[in-house]
């Protein structure tokens, strides 16, 4: 960020209500890696932990772009820093199984995310879903 981004994200963080969320997207507003260090600055300068806005995964400016794979570029230990994570999806509701439960996976209090084993999982509950034969209900 720029002196005059950081100096008007200071301001924010002095005079914003804290009981308001701010809402980050990372360093950049589509963002291939948001790391913990970069999240425990930010948070410093606005003075509470932020809401992970997530674009990495949305294909609304980009309609030839179909993103169909993991929850990665986050390491485990992000979600202790932050106030919580929203998944900006693709324009596509089935493109987005697999992005949505690697996300619930890195999420779960009670697994140790690996997004590559998480895909493979996600793949295997998917594939049933995705070739069901409407005859079979």
Known sequence: ??????????????????????????????SREITIDHVKEINSVFKRKVVIWDNLQANDYDI????????KGRSNGLKEEISGILLNPNCEYEANYIPLRTLSLYLSDDHEYDPELDLETAINEWYPILYKNDDDD
Do not use: H
Not at 7 to 21: F, H, K, P, Q, T
Not at 64 to 71: A, D, K, M, S
């Open 1 to 30: 960020q720029t002196e005059k981004d950081k100096s008007y994200m200071s301001a924010v963080g002095d005079n914003l209500d804290e009981r308001i969320n701010v809402y980050w997207t990372g360093e950049d507003i589509i």
């Open 64 to 71: 030839e772009r179909l993103y169909c794979g993991p929850f």
